[in-house]
């Protein structure tokens, strides 16, 4: 008896050591690996199911590859056809909720509000079970979160509110989780997912932060997993909780609260084993997409991965793309056999540092187009870190990689020295950019256009195509939607305004620009060969005249009218701002670099600059009574007296000092002195200051074609737009590009951001 009292507690002894040693492993090395491989097989075994219904349709669609052509009709086919509504049929358990069916078709892109004529959202705003004095708790978190995924309407926003609110009430009082039949475990993780998507209701963020802290503190178990001597600890509890605590924003790839000796929540997800060919259905796609979650969040993205109008299904790519970049990167350096620990974790602390700044943009971006842009700048800049000698006392400058694409300038270190002089400034933080969609504008065509039926850009699927014309004759499109297709390409869906025919075609600067101006525009060129009429009304109705082509028009106001802008001249007539009629002659700051591939020659404008902005001085012109206006034949562009103005000595005769001021907005981003070698150029001279202050810098073209794309975020528009950069030198814009402009000894050189 004695010889088995032993063995049992040496057993237990053993077991626990075992158990703890387990779980201070807190986060494998490969835990993110192995996630990574469980989502690619839930996603595999998901697309291998003859049916898919709208939660494979939402794993489909986050999944890194996304949902082909064929899988988002198979999923429709099964919403359509198993929802009570939608359908008129009572499928029982088998068909697919209105909650359901909401999330899937907005993962399809599809609008729940009109399927058919039907309004699937009016059924979950209207659902009689929610208006009960005292709902069911599940009745409230799912008509939530289907209401969640988008912009419905008010009556959606209203019952939104008025759901939160009853959810809110519904929570234990003392505790602040949510209880039910069903357990404290489950109703708590869905509440928490519901919730994550309205932090921008009242009490909302507080109740969310009570919950988790109630969760860590009695809920979460050694193993990672969760319950309670009330609230079994098992699979659907574990996956719900731990897609809920994700949701809310907690990283479940580490030890909750500091307990280290507890495992990570998605440790013990993956050692369940759920995402199985042998799983049941439910648990496979259950498990599937809260392992998304995990991955999402912890990438950065924010919220509950199923909220399509916060996260629409591009941004999980991008952000895990960045992501392995990243990381990638930061193994190249620990790598590395020659730096010192510090260097090393300087350079990780640069990576770092611009991988946070990235995921910012790209939460912040809302087309496809724009996520992948800054996701390719993002990457590009993680990769020129490199490991630099801080005991080193170089002479030369940092490496600078240019290509036609991009320029990414990275700090040398702070006790390396450059050729670029020092000088002291702050250096204003990249700026969260705010962009507007394009979705709904008009367009024209500035290459050959191809428009095709799907998103499969295939030659038997091509409708037309639209070779490229002259601006006068370039084919104009509305567009109705953006997306990004099975190569990750940026695609826009369109409309073409002469035939009415609709299609898919690719999408982005290089294909396409704005067919109305929309910045200030205070003069124009008429370059219609019939020429246009001025009208009385903006609706240009009651005609007042005839202008022929070549005469230039002062404008007063440029005003938006629908989907198109109108610009209201000096005399207060009103004609069209269509690209194809008008040419921008002059702006009401400085003129930007070229802003059309088939731009005019643009008026020169005079200006002062100081040494931290620049100010333009525009011109008189003389205006007849019908608003056409006469331009002054002889502007001087560099006025005798300024080309050299010293802003400081250097007796060097094979260097030159120049002083630089980068303006955004008001205010200086950067600003000093640089000295480069004889025979420089301003861009040089831009790129020397910018590895002084780490600026991120875009460019395109090179010397004589060299454009600035973009500064610290700060990023030029698509081609006709007007937003981009304007350098001026000692106060006057040159006639050459940046990049072919060579510096002066004391030359003054200032760019300054024009919106």
């Known amino acids: 008896m004695k010889k088995k ?25 490969d835990t993110s690996a192995d996630v990574d491989s469980a989502i690619a097989s839930g996603v595999k075994l998901t697309a291998q199911k003859e049916t898919l219904d709208a939660w494979d349709a939402a794993i489909l669609a986050t999944s890194d590859n996304g949902i082909t052509d064929a899988q988002a009709q198979n999923a429709y086919n099964d919403i ?147 319950g309670n001597q009330d609230n079994k600890e098992d699979q659907y509890n574990n996956i719900t909780m731990v897609d809920g605590l994700a949701a809310a924003g907690v990283d479940v790839y580490t030890s909750l609260n500091n307990k280290a000796d507890y495992k990570a929540p998605v440790q013990r997800l993956l050692d369940q084993k759920d995402v199985d060919a042998d799983s049941n259905s439910m648990l496979l796609q259950q498990a599937t997409y809260t392992l998304e979650q995990a991955k999402f969040t912890k990438d950065g993205g924010q919220g509950w991965i199923f909220n399509f109008e916060q996260n629409p299904t591009f941004r999980p790519r991008e952000l895990a793309k960045l992501n392995q970049a990243a990381t990638a990167q ?36 809302t087309s496809a187009e724009e996520a992948i842009a800054d996701r390719a700048v993002g990457i590009a800049a993680i990769n020129n870190v490199k490991i630099v000698d801080s005991n080193a006392n170089s002479t030369s400058t940092t490496p600078t990689t240019i290509n036609n694409n991009y320029t990414t300038i990275i700090s040398s270190g702070a006790n390396s020295s450059s050729s670029a002089s020092s000088a002291s400034s702050q250096v204003a933080p990249t700026p969260q950019k705010k962009h507007q969609s394009i979705k709904g504008s008009v367009v024209y065509g500035l290459t050959k256009v191809k428009l095709y039926k799907t998103t499969h850009f295939t030659k038997s699927n091509l409708i037309r195509t639209y070779q490229k014309q002259p601006r006068t004759k370039r084919p104009m499109f509305l567009v109705i939607s953006q997306t990004i297709n099975q190569n990750s390409q940026p695609i826009y869906k369109l409309k073409n305004l002469g035939s009415g025919k609709t299609g898919y075609a690719l999408a982005g600067a290089t294909h396409f620009s704005r067919a ?30 005839h202008v022929k082509k070549n005469a230039l028009l002062a404008v007063k106001q440029v005003v938006k009218y629908g989907r198109t802008t ?49 100010t333009t001085q525009e011109q008189t012109t003389p205006t007849t009574s019908n608003g056409t206006a006469t331009l002054p034949n002889n502007v001087p562009t560099n006025p005798a007296g300024n080309a050299n103005a010293n802003s400081g000595s250097n007796t060097d ?44 810098i875009t460019i395109s073209g090179s ?53």
């Open 330 to 365: 930061k193994q190249v350096i620990n790598g590395d056999t020659v730096g010192s620990a510090t260097d090393k974790a300087t350079a990780i602390s640069q990576v770092n540092q611009i991988l946070e700044s990235s995921i910012t943009k790209i939460n912040a971006d």
């Open 516 to 545: 109305y101006y929309s910045a200030k525009v205070i003069q124009v060129k008429v370059i219609n060969p019939k020429g246009i009429n001025e009208y009385g009304k903006v609706k240009l109705t009651d005609r007042k005249h």
């Open 566 to 614: 109108r610009l209201r001249l000096a005399n207060g007539c009103y004609v069209s701002a269509n690209k194809k009629m008008v040419f921008a002659t002059r702006i009401a700051k400085a003129v930007v670099q070229n802003t059309d591939a088939t731009a005019t020659p643009t008026v020169p404008t005079s200006s002062a600059t100081s040494s931290s902005s620049t």
């Open 703 to 755: 010397g004589s074609t060299a454009y600035v794309k973009g500064i610290n975020g700060y990023n030029a528009g698509p081609a006709g737009t007007m937003t981009g950069w304007l350098y001026a030198v000692n106060g006057n814009q040159p006639n050459v590009s940046i990049g072919a402009y060579t510096v002066k000894n004391g030359d003054q050189i200032s760019l300054t951001y024009n919106k």
């Open 5 to 29: 009292q032993f063995v049992y507690w040496i057993s237990l002894i053993l077991g626990l050591t075992l158990l703890f040693a387990g779980g201070s492993n807190v986060a494998r090395a």
């Open 653 to 696: 005769s094979s260097t030159e000092t120049v002083t630089l001021t980068i303006n955004a907005n008001g205010s200086v981003i950067a600003s000093g002195s640089v000295t480069v070698a004889k025979g420089k150029t301003a861009l040089d001279a831009l790129n020397a200051l910018a590895s002084q202050h780490n600026l991120s």
């Open 80 to 226: 359509v056809t198993t929802n009570y509504f939608l359908s008129g049929e009572d499928h029982g358990y088998a068909g697919v909720s209105n909650v359901a069916g909401v999330i899937g078709l907005r993962a399809l892109g599809k609008d729940p509000a009109n399927i058919n004529k039907k309004d699937l959202v009016g059924q979950v705003i209207n659902d009689p079970l929610a208006q009960k004095e005292k709902p069911d708790l599940y009745t409230l978190v799912n008509d939530l979160e289907a209401l969640s995924t988008g912009s419905y309407g008010k009556a959606s926003e209203k019952a939104r509110a008025s759901l939160t609110t009853k959810l809110l009430a519904a929570r234990d009082s003392a505790s602040g989780i949510w209880k039910s039949a069903w357990g404290d475990v489950d109703p708590t993780g869905r509440a928490l997912q519901a919730l994550s998507m309205n932090t921008d209701q009242p009490g909302v963020p507080a109740a969310i932060s009570k919950a988790v802290a109630e969760v860590e503190n009695h809920y979460y178990q050694p193993n990672g997993g969760f």
